[in-house]
T-cell receptor, first 110, second 114 residues
Framework: KQEVTQIPAALSVPEGENLVLNCSFT??????LQWFRQDPGKGLTSLLL?????REQTSGRLNASLDKSSGRSTLYIAASQPGDSATYLC?????????FGAGTRLTVKP | GEEVAQTPKHLVRGEGQKAKLYCAPI?????VFWYQQVLKNEFKFLIS????????ETGMPKERFSAKCLPNSPCSLEIQATKLEDSAVYFC????????????FGSGTRLTVV
């Protein structure tokens, strides 16, 4: 059974700081890993999708890495902004569907 | 369309009443997934479909929950005899296939059982 863990559960940083969110999973037989953002009262917005054969994906100030063998992914956010405040979730997809971590609640203070 | 459409956005039911939620996946996506999120906590997988066939239903509380994806109709998730603990946001997602493609989520239906 796939278990997905996200650390830390909450993070508060001043504006402009670079930060790293972590996602670990127990079963390396995955199709892909997807990072989402959830704003309060809203749905999920896909940020980055990394296939199992890839090592990283980049979009603007976001960079996600994947180390399948060790069961880890990181989401790097450069030069954080107050608008980045949200809950960030990782979802690991395998033949049984996706399993989500509990999320990291990020607050970026002006 | 290019978005997953969930209706209604909000639903209030008295305990013991029936609730029915709908999801229209993105055209061309053959997989549909339902998740439950209680009080902003962890996403709990409920059920997935490949076209109109159940793919994985290991997360479904089978006593009161049922779901369908019929051709040419929105998918539905139905809860018979709702309980207070069913209060949650129910998210639907679709995917182009079960393999390397990611998910696109709808904005959710907030169910409140009073």
């Amino acid at each position: 059974k796939q278990e997905v863990t996200q650390i830390p559960a909450a993070l508060s940083v001043p504006e402009g700081e670079n930060l790293v969110l972590n996602c670990s999973f127990t079963d390396s037989a995955i199709y892909n890993l997807q990072w989402f953002r959830q704003d309060p009262g809203k749905g999920l917005t896909s940020l980055l999708l990394i296939q199992s054969s890839q090592r990283e994906q980049t979009s603007g100030r976001l960079n996600a890495s994947l180390d399948k063998s060790s069961g880890r992914s990181t989401l790097y956010i450069a030069a954080s902004q107050p608008g980045d405040s949200a809950t960030y979730l990782c979802a690991v997809k395998s033949s049984f569907g996706a399993r989500f971590g509990a999320g990291t609640r990020l607050t970026v203070k002006p | 369309g290019e978005e997953v459409a969930q209706t209604p956005k909000h639903l209030v039911r008295g305990e013991g009443q029936k609730a029915k939620l709908y999801c229209a996946p993105i055209k061309g996506h053959s997989y549909v997934f339902w998740y439950q999120q209680v009080l902003k906590n962890e996403f709990k997988f409920l059920i997935s479909f490949q076209n109109e066939n159940v793919f994985d239903e290991t997360g479904m509380p089978k006593e009161r929950f049922s779901a369908k994806c019929l051709p040419n109709s929105p998918c539905s998730l139905e809860i018979q005899a709702t309980k207070l603990e069913d209060s949650a946001v129910y998210f639907c997602a679709s995917s182009q296939s079960g393999g390397p493609y990611g998910y696109t989520f709808g904005s959710g239906t907030r169910l409140t059982v009073v």
